[in-house]
């Protein structure tokens, strides 16, 4: 009886199988392939696939146009999953963590007519290749407008007197010490000192980009040195709730956090890639070219900001980002404007190991900065080689997309440092 | 009546099966399997309303839908065959090594050290021959270190084995820092130090190594006086220390080779596929391998087929779900989770029966004798251990002593 439920069930299953993959034959509609490092439980992939999924809606694309891939790590899998997606026929293949980059160059040079994108990379600008493509967005004007709105909640406190001027002393959760973070925090910093001219601010790295214990351990010790209002750069939950936890001020990034901390959220900065997803995928289905470096800025709607948590934030944060915005927008403003801050040269001690501090710097008697040389061709030398101030301003994402500002700038103290 | 309250039986008890035909095991596995199959159908149906032969098609076309993706999914399946032909001469011989993890990692480890420092200073054939030396020592002495301390000191080799494989991340982990002092974790690859290409890619290599080693390990296992050493010490070390054998000597000399191994495994994944290493090189392979290679029953040949399974399931559930649009991770794993647990369920029923407390006083008798009538037959002694004789409910005392002696002759 049983041999003989056996041989039904192995011929209705094949049989099946006959009958699907003579369904499945390819077709020649205009496919996309995302390419991402974790899966929607990630914040920073989350944004990624969120926005490729609204930007192919707002195009008009299909739900089967659009191939999502998930999990994929930062090794050969990467390009074996591009070469995957090329084979399926997409046109556009996007990847979105920084260590996709290398394998994603190697198969833009094997699929020359598939477009290859990739975000937080640094080296489409010296490979020169004519399908593969960087992107970024200037997250630091987000994080100017999200520091202006702690340098009021800093005001308030001091208004109240709750704390005194001298007092005003901000804590930061980084996952590395490296560009990206570093240019965000100084971005976020002068935002804040733009409003309330006394806040000083120290930073503390966790060596992870997601990890929920470190997070929520440095969001701790620094509220216990006495910080009156957190941010953070890096994925989890960990800072944000430890703050809704003590009742301290949150600056959040990613995306709101306000159903978790409704009496500690302020703000959040976060990048909105669907312009840049509808740049790509409409230039892969028109034959268009693709920007070499693209960043996306506060004025196209890549960089933006939540709603204000009025619970939260100081009376007339809303009012005043929407005045800032404006003057970033029209170039009033300038985020790294060298006249708001100024640096301390350090050079090496001679020591083993100690390579100073901004040796890549020049400052004048005032200690503002005149010159800078950045690490741009990020040819795996660590050498700066372009003059990055001009103006008056240090001009990130100019030369490339991904950040490159890594000052330390004076008002911030790092407490240790995370390579 | 007091009397017959004192010794009720309990509602169901265990009982090995005996004198069962040979095919019939197999009639249960094939249904097993395919009734997985139905299970994860019917459940993408139910989860995502995806029809289920459509599931079956996406599985397909995922794992063997192209050349290329047939060739990766041979080559996966090479790598974790070969995670799992490292871990059996040890869990053959009841040494439960489950640091192949971390034996890879380190073998990764040793093999990336010699390509970043010596990477266009030597020829790269040289450069290939020394990292491989360099692998199967780091694979090695990972796994050398738990046998010595378990010969000379009988401390725990599974908790042993698993916190090797934590110390292994974290100086990758460590190294990566030193490496690329750039700050993101992620060291890239090296052009240095790549194993040949056969017929153009890195496939080919991976899978003629792992058959080659499935062949040999299944000679070792099977006609050489090692694997027989491997044999009686798993089955029974004081019948072992009995005829002679030095378990202290092939406890070492068994986990040398499985570091050996998972040396190889460690330079193919390093000079052969990613030409870098992270934390995650060995991606939990070094423990599906245990299921890989349990399923098998230790068997070299059986574990292609036990591989082929996890690797097919894997493959074919990232295609249904990316097909779908289902954009994280959680139901493929529960499906494959629960498929598994069929799998592993389906050959604890082969190898025993429930019989259930019966209404009538009579038949109270009858179970017992079956049950030691079952006595003496060897088929799998880890599940055995489990389910310890329940014979003699009335006198547990006398029950427990017998079971004691019973597990020391083994």
Same mark, same amino acid.
């Given at each position: ?35 991402? *490092? ?12 969120? !926005? ?35 084979? @399926? ?48 967005? +200037? ?17 308030? @406190? ?16 980084g996952a590395y010490t490296y560009a990206?973070v570093i +240019? ?5 910093? *002068? ?14 790295f966790?060596g ?14 620094? @509220? ?16 944000? +709730?430890?703050?809704? *936890? ?34 790509? @995928? ?29 619970? !939260? ?40 190991g100690?390579f ?26 660590y ?23 890594d ?9 240790n440092s995370k390579m | ?30 249904? #097993? ?8 159908? =019917? ?22 839908? #192209? ?14 065959? /070969? ?33 970043? %420092? ?18 199967? /020592? ?22 042993? $084995? ?11 982990l460590y190294?990566i820092k030193i490496w690329a002092p750039s700050g993101t974790g992620i ?32 000679? %070792? ?19 072992? &220390?009995?005829?002679? =054998? ?17 040396? =190889? #495994? ?9 030409? $870098? ?79 259930? &407390? ?53």
């Open positions: 009886m049983k041999k003989i439920l056996t041989i039904i069930l192995v011929i209705a299953i094949l049989a099946s199988f006959a009958a699907v993959f003579a369904a499945c034959s390819g077709s020649d509609e205009f496919k996309v392939g995302i390419i991402c *490092l974790h899966d929607e439980s990630s914040t920073y992939d989350n944004n990624f696939i969120q !926005a490729a999924k609204d930007a192919a809606k707002e195009l008009g694309l299909k739900d089967s146009q659009v191939i999502i891939k998930t999990g994929i790590d930062e090794d050969t899998a990467c390009y074996e999953t591009a070469k995957e997606l090329a084979e @399926m026929g997409c046109k556009m293949i996007f990847a979105d963590s920084f260590g996709h980059e290398k394998y994603m160059i190697q198969a833009a040079k094997e699929y020359t007519d598939v477009q290859f994108c990739h975000a937080t990379g640094t080296k489409a600008h010296t490979e020169k290749l004519a399908n593969y493509h960087n992107a970024f967005a +200037s997250i630091y004007e987000g994080r100017y407008l999200a520091g202006v709105a702690a340098g009021m909640k800093l005001n308030e @406190m001091i208004a109240a007197g709750t704390i005194t001027a001298e007092q005003a002393k901000m804590g930061y959760v990206e +240019s965000g925090y100084t971005s976020f910093y *002068l935002g804040a000192k733009s409003i309330c001219p006394s806040v000083t601010m120290e930073v503390q966790t992870s980009w997601f990890d929920i214990a470190l997070e929520k351990a440095a969001a701790e010790n620094l @509220m216990s040195r006495n910080c009156v209002l957190i941010s953070q750069h890096a994925d989890s939950m960990g800072a944000p +709730s430890a703050c809704e *936890l003590a009742g301290v001020p949150n600056v959040s990034y990613n995306g709101s956090t306000i159903k978790a901390c409704p009496n500690t959220f302020i703000v959040a900065s976060r990048i909105n890639w669907v312009p840049y997803f509808k740049l790509i @995928m409409k230039a892969a289905q028109d034959g268009t070219a693709i920007p070499t470096d693209y960043t996306g800025t506060i004025a196209d709607g890549s960089v933006v900001l939540t709603d204000v948590n009025t619970t !939260a934030a100081a009376a007339g944060t809303a009012d005043k980002i929407a005045e800032v915005k404006a003057k970033l927008m029209d170039g009033t403003i300038n985020v790294f404007d060298t006249n708001t801050f100024t640096v301390t040269i350090v050079p090496p001690s001679g020591a083993e100690d100073g501090t901004n040796t890549s710097a020049t400052v004048d008697a005032n200690k503002k900065l005149t010159s800078y040389i950045a690490d741009v061709d990020d040819l795996g030398d050498i700066g080689e372009t003059e990055v101030v001009a103006d008056g301003a240090f001009k990130e994402s100019k030369f490339r997309s991904a950040p490159y500002f000052i330390k700038i004076d008002g911030i103290t790092l407490l | 009546m007091t009397e017959q309250k004192k010794i009720r039986e309990p509602l169901f008890r265990l009982v090995k099966r005996t004198n069962q035909s040979a095919w019939l095991p197999w009639v249960v596995r094939i249904v #097993t399997v395919l009734s997985s199959f139905v299970l994860i159908g =019917i459940l993408t149906w139910i989860a995502y309303g995806v029809n289920p032969l459509n599931v079956y098609g996406y599985m397909l076309t995922g794992a063997f839908g #192209t050349k290329f993706k047939i060739m990766r999914l041979l080559r996966d399946l090479a790598i974790l065959l /070969l995670f799992a032909l490292a871990v059996t001469p040890a869990f053959k011989m009841k040494f439960w090594n489950i640091g192949a993890e971390g034996q890879v990692l380190m073998g990764a480890f040793c093999c990336m050290v010699c390509i970043f %420092y010596l990477g266009g200073k030597i020829p790269n054939g040289l450069l290939l021959l020394v990292s491989l030396i360099a692998a199967l /020592l780091g694979g090695a002495i990972w796994a050398v270190i738990p046998a010595l301390f378990k010969a000379k000191w009988n401390t725990n080799e599974t908790l042993f $084995t698993l916190m090797m494989n934590y110390v292994a991340i974290q100086i990758i190294a060291l890239t690859p090296s052009d240095f130090g790549h194993l040949p290409k056969i017929g153009g890619d890195n496939f080919w290599f991976s899978i003629i190594v792992a058959l080659v080693m499935t062949a040999l390990m299944f000679t %070792y296992l099977r006609y050489t006086k090692h694997g027989y050493e491997i044999t009686v010490v798993g089955e029974s070390e004081n019948t072992a &220390r009995y005829i002679g =054998i030095n378990v202290k000597k092939v406890i070492i000399r068994t986990l040398i080779v499985s570091g050996i191994i998972c040396g =190889i #495994t460690g330079f193919l994944l390093v000079a052969g596929i990613n030409h $870098t290493v992270s934390s995650t090189t060995a991606g939990g392979r070094g423990f599906t391998a245990i299921l890989v290679s349990w399923l098998a029953k230790f068997n070299p040949i059986g574990m292609i087929f036990t591989s082929l399974l996890v690797v097919f399931l894997s493959k074919g559930m990232d295609e249904v779900m990316t097909m779908n649009g289902v954009t994280n991770s959680f139901f493929s794993q529960v499906v494959t989770g629960v498929a598994f647990l069929m799998i592993i369920g389906c050959e604890f029923f082969i190898n025993y029966k429930i019989i259930f &407390r019966s209404r009538s006083e009579k038949s109270a008798v009858a179970p017992v004798q079956e049950a030691g009538a079952a006595e003496g037959s060897d088929e799998t002694p880890a599940l055995a251990d489990t389910t310890p004789p329940e014979e003699a409910p009335q006198t547990p005392a006398e029950d427990v002593a017998a079971s004691d002696d019973a597990a020391k002759e083994e």
